[in-house]
């Protein structure tokens, strides 16, 4: 088998790393937002300097910066773990991961580093799975694992479990909705603490984070942005994994899906994966034979087709472009292009004013490159 697609610059110094940390951990600070905040001032330390004044401009009062120190808390969490935080760019970042739209600039990470440069497959499915289901996910576990795939997926109970537990030989990735020091559901204590020393657990949240249901989305983003397919096992109507199985789509991930009975409301959101296209399995084969072409390359990301303008050089917006743009916003997700074509202005100032909407959070990122406009807070 072709190895995962060569990645991995320059490490990050102390300092850099430390700069990382405070501006992705900053109240309204996501990918987008750090990607183009680095694009604007160079590097995370100067950025960090502007987001006062940026979050003012947006509309904020204040925006919410973490203090030195509590970084060095979380540095201090994860050496007592054993943890290290890779940033993107850096050798043990998984390069599929790295090829997804806005990939979190900084991950954390426990266990035997080099598997996440391994070619992985994700396996998922419903929490409340039937023994049958169970089975048959660990079984392909197994064979996946034994043909030389890391199997990635979410540590939740039922068909989460049966993955990484078929595959802890061979190796497997548990990506976490919380903070590593966090690890949910509690009944899966045991197997995460068995994937930390034999496979890799990993996170883009903080140290000390609670999981709430709005990050496990963002935890199957992960799952689906390391792999180069998502089998999905079994999975009701309303399914998280159905969210993992569109996010890999978007992604230009391969989506594989087990047939069920039809008198199963259990198989009815794999059921319904296959009537959208999904690649019907009945076994491994199925699978290694669609995926193996695809090894050594990287999947079609739409990273790769819209590149950010340059903001390094762009003059500051004045208060009738601010007003033109905030006037071409609101309640409906609008396309960024769109709000480019009507206002006619350069589309570097356009998402500079939308990178001041979003710090003093007044922006809301939709699918699809779209935004709309929040109330500015009482």
Do not use: C
């Amino acid at each position: 088998m072709t190895a995962a697609p060569p990645a991995g610059g320059p490490k990050l110094d102390d300092r850099q790393r430390r700069a990382w940390l405070r501006l992705i951990r900053t109240e309204n600070v996501g990918p987008a937002t750090f990607r183009m905040l680095i694009n604007r001032f160079g590097s995370a330390e100067e950025a960090l300097k502007a987001l006062p004044e940026l979050a003012r401009r947006g509309g904020a009062r204040q925006v919410r910066i973490r203090s030195e120190e509590e970084i060095d808390a979380e540095i201090a969490a994860a050496a007592r773990m054993g943890a290290q935080f890779i940033a993107l760019g850096e050798a043990h970042y998984p390069p599929l991961l790295a090829a997804v739209d806005n990939p979190p600039p900084i991950i954390a990470a426990k266990g035997h580093l080099n598997l996440l440069r391994q070619p992985m497959l994700a396996i998922v499915g419903a929490r409340n799975a039937s023994l049958a289901a169970v089975k048959l996910a660990q079984r392909m576990a197994i064979e996946l694992g034994r043909a030389g795939y890391v199997i990635a997926s979410g540590l939740a109970r039922g068909i989460d479990a049966a993955a990484h537990q078929g595959s802890l030989e061979t190796g497997t990735v548990a990506v976490l909705a919380g903070g590593l020091d966090r690890p949910y559901p509690p009944e899966n204590d045991g197997l995460f603490r068995a994937i930390g020393e034999r496979g890799v657990v990993l996170t883009e949240m903080p140290f000390g984070w609670a999981p709430r249901a709005r990050d496990f989305p963002r935890r199957n983003r992960l799952v689906a942005g390391v792999s180069y397919g998502l089998l999905v096992v079994e999975a009701a109507h309303r399914s998280g994994s159905l969210i993992s199985a569109r996010l890999a789509n978007e992604m230009g991930r391969l989506v594989f899906a087990i047939p069920g009975s039809p008198l199963d409301p259990r198989a009815a959101g794999t059921n319904k994966l296959l009537k959208e296209g999904a690649i019907l399995v009945t076994e491994s084969g199925d699978i290694l034979t669609a995926v193996a072409p695809l090894i050594g390359r990287l999947p079609p990301s739409t990273a790769d087709l819209e590149e950010t303008p340059d903001l390094s050089a762009t003059p500051d917006p004045g208060e009738n472009e601010r007003s033109l743009i905030v006037q071409a916003l609101g309640a409906a997700p609008v396309a960024v292009d769109e709000i480019i074509h009507h206002t006619g202005l350069p589309a570097a100032q356009v998402l500079l004013v939308l990178l001041e909407l979003d710090l003093a959070g007044r922006l809301e990122r939709h699918a699809g490159g779209k935004v709309s406009l929040l109330p500015p807070e009482s």
